[in-house]
Each structure stands twice: as C-alpha cells, then as structure tokens.
C-alpha cells in the first residue's frame, strides 16, 4: 500500500521512542482527562455569556489603546448604519493604489448585508464584488481574484475580536473569502460589541466549545490578524503594508448604550 | 545541493567581526530584539514562567510525536489533502519537484521557512529551471543580492538602506532611493505581480495541530497568506517536531513565539490550514500537500540527552541575546540555523565532528536559555557536546577531536592530585617562563601549542613563591610574636 511513507517514517519514531507499537493511545485530545481545566473553562464561558454592557465598553477602551502601538484603527459607532456611513467617508477620502477606479470587495455575510452599505456606495459609484458564495467555476474564481486584486478596500466581519492586541478572528466559510482581507489596500471589519472578547486565553476556551458544538467550525480554516501588514526588514525601520493591507479598520457597532 | 560551510566557521567569524556595517546592524538588532524580549516575557500576566508550562506541553508533543503525526496526517486527507513523510532532505524535495512538474510550474512563491533552507529546496528548483520567488521582504533582498540568509527572523540584517536602494535600482529598475517606505512598496509592487501569477505557493509550518489537523503559518508582513491562498497548488513543509496536540496548546505557544521572534504581543497573521479549498469556497489552492521532514531528528528523538532540542519553535530569540551571535553574525554557522540554536542543532544534523566549531565558539553565559520561549535549556547541551567532542562518541559517531590535548588533561589531573608533584611543576614551569618574560615583566609569546594563551593578551609570570608557601611562612612569624 502506497501510503507516502507514513508506516516506516512513524515505526521510526516510535523505535527512537522505545516505545511498543501497540501502546495505547494516551489522552492528548480528551478535555475529560483533565478537570483541573474543565473547570477553569467552565468558569471563562461563564464569564463571557454574563459580561455586562459596561464590562465590554471597558474591553473595547482596552482595545483602543492596544491598537494604537500597531497601527490599527478601532472605531465604536453606535449603529450600523452609522458603521456604513463612516466606511462610505472613508471610501471617498481614500485613492485607490492600483489603477484609477475605486471598488470595493465585501464579504457574504449577515452584518454586512443589514448594514445595507451597497446602495450608498452605488450613489457614490464605487464597485462592488461580493464573495461569490455558488459553487465557483474556475473562470469565476479567477475573476474573483482579479477584481479582489484592484479593490482598495475589503470589507469583512469577524468571528471573535481580541481586546488584549486588537486581533481578528475570521473563520474561513463560503461568502468569507480570505483574500478579502488580504488583497485589497484597507482592510475594514465590521463587529458588534459583543464579539469582543478580553485575551487569547478567552479564545481558545470559545474555540474548544465550538470544536465540540460545531466540528465544522474552523474545518475550513481561521486567520488571526492583528493590525496592518508591516515589515522592519530594511535596517529595522517599521514599514506598513509590505504585501497584505497597508491599513486596518474596526468599525465596534456598541448599540445605543454607549456613552460617547 | 544542501549548502553546508560550518568548516568555515572561524574565517567567517572573522569576517563577520571585521565587518562593520554588520557589527552596527548586530548591535542595533540585539538592543532592540533582545531587550524587548526580555521586557515582553516579564510583562506576561503568568510572568516569565510561563515558558516552563511551554516546555512541559512542547516535550508533551515530542514524547507522543507518532500519535500526533497520525493525527495530522489522517484529518489532513480526510479533506482531501495529500500527506508525504520525507526521511531525508532528498526525498522532500524530489516530491515537491515533482509535484511541480506535474502541474507544469514556472513560477513558485514562497514564504519564509528554515526548513527549505535546511534541505536546499531553491537550488533543485532553479535546476529544473522553475523559479522560487522569495516574498518575505529580508528574504527576497538576499535572493536579488544572490546571497543566504543570516538570521532567522531578520534575513538582511547585515545590508544596509543604501546597499538595498542599489539593488533595487538595478534589478527592479527604480530610481535610486534610500528611504525603506519608497523600497518596500517597490518590493510590494514587483511581488503582487508573482503572487498573482504563481502556479505553486511553498510555505513552512509553524505549529502545527493535531486535534482538529491543521498547519499554521505566522508573518507580518502577509506574504505567506499570499502564498498559501492565491497560486492553485501550496506544498507546506514542516520538521516533523513542529506540532502540538490540543487546540488550546497555541494559546501559550503564539503569545510566547510572538515575544520571543519580534518583542510582539501577538504576530501580525496567524493561518490556520488544513486542506485544500473545500467545496463553496471561491478562493484557496485545489491542491494541498504537507511533506513532513525527519532528516536526522529521530536521531535526536531517540538520544534522551538530546531530545529536548525538539521542543524548539525557530522563533530566533536565542540569536537575540547570544553575545557570540552579536559579534560574528550568522554566517559564520554556515547552515540554515544560526546562533546558539544553530551550535547546537547543527552539528545533531550535519554531524559533531563536522560542525565542532559551532558549539566551541559559544560562551555557555546562558543568555540562550533566559531567551528561549520554551525554556530550552541549550547551554547544557552546548557542554554536552563538547564532552563527546573531547571523549568521542560511537552512538553520534564521534570520533576524539584532540588527543594531545586529552593526554595533556589526563597528565595534569594526576599532577594536581599530588602535592610533590604540583609543587614540582610549578617551580619548574617558574624558572622555564623566565625565558619568556619580556621587558615589562609579562608574558607575551609563548610558543607551540601555548601560543593560544598569549595571541591576544599578555600573561603575569607565576609569582616567586606560592599562596600557600607565603601563607605558612606569614603563619609562623604570626606565632612568632
């Protein structure tokens, strides 16, 4: 049987191992092994489903001023359609870096589409290419990644955002391509409040539930991005936008609550 | 096709250490890296450590490394990706160039790896007349420069702003600029071109996980999620120690690579990838592949001693803080790994005996160690390997690198066990050194094999008479009075 190698490159292993093939597998995937850390999950989900309104107003401060250091720009509105509003002004202030025409690429995805941002946008003719999410011929797909190429702005949602470092979270699903974020100049996220969370250590407690509620979950893939892209390669003086965005919006929908 | 120089490692510290473009970028590098580190480690709410628990969970790993594979490897092509286990450096690159091949490539982009580095991938390629485009910005300098890299994290350390602006203005035709703003969208510019027109996209992996089956790549600048996302085949390459059991392992492990590789909280990207582009997705390779590499680390594996050397991440913080690193640069260790991770690793690779210079050099002040983000304890086995190196080894086929000098200590401890026998020597070695005093009463030049302890300071000649004899004589004229 053809199996690339595997049989003798692990027999290998284990022979450096010393250990008997037939061993039985230890616990390395099973949460129940270990209670210590159940409980402590047990009590992160809680704190996360019972946090106050003012508690994520303060996680959303806490992100503000991680933001600052690496260059990402996390602004609260109070609405969506205000969200929109502000992510048109941008539109209009920025130029496009590639060629002369202004387009926008956008996810498939439930904020994006309540935030009913095409028609404003159409108004101010500037394009517009969704993420196709029908089953992509290869012609289409490559069409995709063409005009995703030109588009000086993406737009996206995100699953989780991380107040300690101002991370996105985006777990990759039909209609939430990853070049969105990636290809156009300005990448521009849009998040409710609720999607903050306070640290990694929050995510990955959220992630384990989701791996056992939803295994489909990351199947497909996640991406954490934290700020623009940046390099210090040429005598470590920081540069933004090296080859993915040179800049990163967070529009923080807060509801009507929140005091500024 | 692998390129390896370690038998070069004195003539290109020297180099290295006469360089001053490179001594300036060394310094500022270490300043700023090393320091940051530090300072990042302290500011972890678990404090520093955390690295311990980093360890416990990386040797965790390394222990159960034939579960975990299987793992990996069986969810990976349960999505319909394809999984290749390479023995040696060969068998990896045969299989990714004849991927290549299959897909008629002419243009492959690729994002930073050690690993590729390690088994010569850019050479086969540029045989089979395929170009390896580098796109992580340091790496493409060195490329257009002709030149390998010198740091793990930070490949063109050693050129300068205008040295780049130079190159540049060759090779991309652009005119003439010093400023690293206007360079970098030059590079930004000619490098979409190949992004959007590659037919292959390599990358390294850096954790990977074996609960849900997935590789991850990290940058900053985006380039390996360039390359991992648009060209319509991407081969991943990972040794096959780069890989954790749970999910909730890379909590720890990210935010400790981050600070040790940048001084960062969290790096710029972090990609989680585990297939190929699934069905109603637009965007992602049709193809996948994941070649996982041993190339000598069961060896390592299998030597207890050793084996600790696979909890490390690549995250080049040891290089930050090394104080030989910071002098001779990373050149001098003539393989893909460079610095104290280097000293080590590479001779375990390459062979002891081959690259004994590597582990001599270092100075076992321990800084590594306080560096290292898994708390790999390199110092230790920096002796270790001198030990062999002295006493060969038949397990590591070590063979005694100096008789001379192992009869000469073999001598010298039946010396200092006997009190005649020292005294002995040392009114003879009292009266032979007269001869080699100078004029202000120093030793200055010794010959032979002694010229070692003269070349680059002076020696005091041994006092007239010893501690111990003073102290007695002082004694009696104590009780004396």
Redesign the interface.
Known sequence: MND???T???N????????DGKRA??D??CRQSDEESIEESVLILDRISNRQHSSRLQLLEIMID?AKP?NLNVIPVKTLPDAAQEIVKLACEKQPE?GDEKSVALWKHPLIEEMNIGEILRKRNIGMIF???T??GKT??ER???ES?VSFIGITSADYC?A??G?LVLK???GN???VS?LPSIHVAVIKLEQVIAD??E???L??KD?KDSPEG????????????????????M?H?????REVYIYVVTGSLFPG | MIRITTEKYRDEAIKGINDPVLQK?LA??QA?FGRGTAEAYRNLPEGPGLRRKAHEIRMKAV?????????L?EKIRS?GG??????DAD?AVKYCLETAQKHNVRLAVKGKSMVTEEIGLNDAFAAAGIEVAE????EY?IQLAGEHPSHII????HK??SE?GLLFSEKLNIPYTTD??T???A??KA??EK??SADMGISGCNIAC???G?ITVVS????I??ST??PKVHVAFMG?ERIT????D??IL??LLSRGA?AQ??????????GPC???????PDEFHLV?I?NGR??I??DEEFREMLCCIRCGACLNMCPVYGKIGGHAYGYAYSGPVGAVVTPLLVGINRAKDLCLGETLCGACKDACPVDIDLPRMLLLLRSKLADGDSKWNVRRENTGEKILYGIWSEIVRRRWAYDAMLSLSREGLKFFTGKEGMISNLPFFLKGWTDSRDMKPPARESFIRQWKKSEKQRRVK
């Open positions: 690339n190698g595997q003798k490159f692990i290998n292993i284990r022979k450096a191992l010393c250990v597998c230890p390395l995937f991680a690496v590639w993420s196709n999410q089953d992509a289409e797909r995709f990644i063409k190429a991380i300690e470092t991370t990759t699903a039909p391509e990853r070049i990636l990694f250590k995510l990955y407690t992630l384990d791996l990351i199947e497909n893939g996640m991406t954490f991005i934290t700020g623009p892209s940046k390099t210090a390669d040429i005598e470590a003086t540069v936008g090296a080859h993915g965005p | 970028a500022a590098l700023r222990e159960n490394l034939d579960f975990l594979l299987e793992r490897s999505r394809h999984v290749y286990f390479a023995s068998a796109t992580d910005l340091g300098i930070a490949p063109a350390i300068t702003r780049i690293p703003e360079l970098t969208r590079a930004r490098l979409r992004f959007l074996a609960e849900t997935h900053n600048e985006g380039n999620r360039m996302t648009l096959m059991a749970r999910l909730s890379h909590d990210f935010r940048a909280k969290m790096a710029g990207y972090v990609s989680y990838i585990g699934p069905a109603g997705q637009a965007v992602g996982i041993d069961t060896k594996l299998a």
